[in-house]
């Protein structure tokens, strides 16, 4: 069964830091692997899918790379600022466990001003 | 695009009420998704469709709840009878394939509340 954990749970940095999140998956048989961001009480909204055959993904200043074999991934967000304050989750597409993705438990993130 | 839209936001109901949750999903899309979520469990998912037919409904909890997908556009949740256990955030999800290319959209939720 495909179990997805990130670490750490929660992380606060200061205004302007380089941060990363990290994303670990227990099978490497997947499609591809999705980072989202929830707002407090909002939807999940999607920053970055990476598919499988993908090494990285890159939109304005997050980065998201992928590494199948060893089953992670990370997100990079650069020059952090305080309206990136967000849960971030990922999820996986697994090619065995039928049509849907597994989540991450999320980290929630603060970037203090 | 609309995107994947839920309705209502939020519901306060009493236990034992019937309760419905709605989504449209984004048109072109042949999959939907109801998920749940809770600060104990995260996101679980419910079940979901494929072309209108239920695929896997064995995230559904018990028999109190049903959904049903009429149309390509239009799906439900229903919950009967509500107890307080239920009050979570439901989020309906559409993809394109599965999202084996595309990923998931996400509609904004409906915040349950019963009482």
Redesign the interface.
């Known amino acids: 069964k495909q179990e997805v954990t990130q670490i750490p749970a929660a992380l606060s940095v200061p205004e302007g830091e380089n941060l990363v999140l990290n994303c670990s998956f227990t099978d490497s048989a997947i ?2 692997l ?1 980072w ?1 961001r929830q707002d407090p ?6 920053l970055l ?1 990476i ?1 499988s055959s993908q090494r990285e993904q890159t939109s304005g200043r997050l980065n998201a790379s992928l590494d199948k074999s060893s089953g992670r991934s990370t997100l990079y967000i650069a020059a952090s600022q305080p309206g990136d304050s967000a849960t971030y ?1 990922c ?1 996986v ?1 697994p090619r065995n466990y ?4 597994v ?1 991450g ?2 980290t929630r993130l603060s970037v203090l001003p | 695009d609309a995107g994947v839209i839920q309705s209502p936001r939020h519901e306060v109901t009493e236990m034992g009420q019937e309760v419905t949750l709605r989504c449209k999903p984004i048109s072109g899309h042949d999959y939907l998704f109801w998920y749940r979520q809770t600060m104990m469990r995260g996101l679980e998912l419910l079940i979901y469709f494929n072309n209108n037919v239920p695929i896997d409904d064995s995230g559904m909890p018990e028999d109190r709840f049903s959904a049903k997908m009429p149309n390509a556009s239009f799906s439900t949740l229903k919950i009967q009878p509500s107890e307080p256990r239920d009050s979570a955030v439901y989020f309906c999800a559409s993809s394109r394939t599965g999202g084996a290319v595309h990923g998931y959209t996400f509609g904004s939720g409906t915040r349950l509340t019963v009482v």
Not at chain 1, 98 to 101: A, C, E, H, R, S
């Open positions: 499609y591809n999705q989202f009480g909002k939807g999940l909204t999607s899918l598919q989750l999820a597409r039928g049509q849907n993705f989540f438990p999320g």
